[in-house]
């Protein structure tokens, strides 16, 4: 190639860098000013007190003070913090569980296959916004008001019966009650890991598959040592989006205290409350991730 070919080619390429520079640049604007400055000002607000006047906000550093605070005066810190981690333990695995099931459903061939896909994805595409509000709001507290019977909205299965029956405690019935009670905003949590789980089940070779029938393997064979395998890493994406969609959902309880404070005017306290309960979500997903890459990737990798 000439030289003048050469610097056309270069200058081709640096105008095309200028360009996608100049494209990202609203959102890299936008990063700084809304999600930056914003968690700086949050770690600066823990460790101060804040009083907001109609001068403006002033701060003084008060330094641990608001932990001690929330973990040694407040007695509902550790309860709404033991809730969201409860919360967290049954809506994981039903979640990725449930995911995974359906994605190996829709991935057979059978009439009606796109309309189902788009159908499971429904949810994420409506999932913020009044809508989403009032479909919570339906089918939790104000059943009643909407015309389901009280009887068949909670009294169908009767769990506390049955886990006495077979001498369980309290503590097992109360989990199980949690995870029946939200089990259609499990059900409805569950698109995108749908499709990351549909992504990977078409990335697995047909071979493997034609092979396993050959020897004459049975579908559960198939599923644990073939489909399994090959989805370990994609489990380990979905597992760690389900995680930080968890830990961050509105409707913790850890989130709505901390919001219903903010939304009050205080400041402070909740930004202690969300920093803390962010070292312990960070500590909780770091060791199932070291679980699941321990005992899974490493197994199947090796």
Same mark, same amino acid.
């Given at each position: 190639?000439?030289?003048?070919?050469l610097k056309?080619?270069?200058?081709?390429?640096?105008?095309?860098?200028?360009?996608?520079?100049?494209?990202?640049? #609203?959102?890299?604007?936008?990063?700084?000013m809304? /999600?930056?400055?914003p968690?700086?000002?949050?770690?600066i607000y823990?460790?101060?007190?804040v009083?907001?006047?109609?001068?403006?906000?002033? $701060?003084?550093?008060?330094?641990?003070?608001? =932990?001690k605070e929330?973990l @040694?005066?407040?007695?509902?810190? $550790?309860?709404?913090l033991?809730e969201?981690?409860?919360? /967290?333990?049954?809506?994981? #695995?039903?979640i990725?569980?449930?995911?995974?099931i359906l994605?190996i *459903?829709?991935n057979q061939?059978?009439?009606?296959?796109?309309?189902?896909?788009?159908l499971?994805?429904?949810?994420?595409?409506?999932?913020?916004?009044?809508?989403?509000?009032?479909v919570?709001t339906?089918?939790?507290?104000?059943?009643?008001e909407? !015309?389901?019977?009280?009887?068949?909205?909670?009294? *169908?299965?009767?769990?506390?019966?049955?886990?006495?029956?077979?001498n369980?405690?309290?503590?097992?019935? $109360?989990?199980?009650?949690?995870?029946?009670?939200n089990?259609?905003?499990?059900?409805?949590?569950?698109?995108?890991?749908?499709?990351?789980?549909l992504?990977?089940?078409?990335?697995? #070779?047909?071979?493997?598959?034609?092979?396993?029938?050959?020897? !004459?393997? $049975?579908?559960w064979?198939?599923?644990?040592f073939?489909t /399994?395998p *090959?989805?370990?890493?994609?489990?380990?994406?979905?597992?760690?989006?389900t995680m930080?969609?968890l830990?961050?959902?509105?409707?913790?309880?850890?989130?709505?205290?901390?919001?219903?404070?903010?939304?009050?005017?205080?400041?402070?306290? #909740?930004?202690?409350?969300?920093?803390? =309960?962010?070292?312990?979500?960070?500590?909780? *997903?770091?060791?199932?991730?070291l679980?699941f890459y @321990?005992?899974?990737? @490493?197994? =199947?990798?090796?």
């Amino acid at each position: 190639m000439s030289k003048s070919k050469l610097k056309k080619a270069r200058g081709i390429e640096e105008l095309k860098s200028r360009y996608g520079f100049f494209f990202v640049l #609203p959102w890299i604007i936008g990063l700084i000013m809304f /999600f930056f400055i914003p968690i700086i000002q949050s770690i600066i607000y823990s460790f101060c007190s804040v009083v907001v006047t109609s001068d403006g906000v002033k $701060t003084t550093w008060v330094g641990l003070e608001n =932990y001690k605070e929330i973990l @040694k005066v407040d007695p509902k810190y $550790t309860t709404w913090l033991t809730e969201s981690i409860t919360s /967290f333990a049954y809506s994981l #695995p039903i979640i990725l569980v449930l995911s995974l099931i359906l994605a190996i *459903m829709l991935n057979q061939n059978f009439r009606g296959r796109v309309f189902f896909r788009a159908l499971y994805f429904l949810p994420v595409i409506i999932a913020t916004g009044k809508v989403m509000s009032y479909v919570f709001t339906t089918t939790d507290e104000n059943l009643v008001e909407m !015309g389901v019977s009280a009887g068949m909205a909670s009294g *169908m299965i009767k769990v506390e019966d049955l886990t006495s029956a077979l001498n369980m405690g309290t503590e097992v019935a $109360t989990f199980i009650s949690n995870a029946i009670n939200n089990i259609f905003n499990l059900v409805w949590s569950c698109g995108i890991q749908i499709v990351l789980f549909l992504a990977g089940l078409q990335s697995i #070779p047909s071979t493997l598959y034609e092979a396993s029938k050959v020897e !004459g393997a $049975t579908k559960w064979e198939e599923f644990w040592f073939i489909t /399994f395998p *090959m989805l370990s890493r994609i489990t380990l994406l979905v597992g760690i989006f389900t995680m930080v969609e968890l830990f961050i959902n509105e409707r913790a309880p850890m989130i709505e205290q901390v919001y219903g404070k903010m939304r009050g005017g205080q400041y402070d306290i #909740p930004s202690a409350m969300i920093w803390f =309960y962010f070292i312990a979500a960070c500590a909780i *997903m770091g060791i199932l991730i070291l679980l699941f890459y @321990k005992f899974i990737l @490493k197994r =199947y990798e090796a």
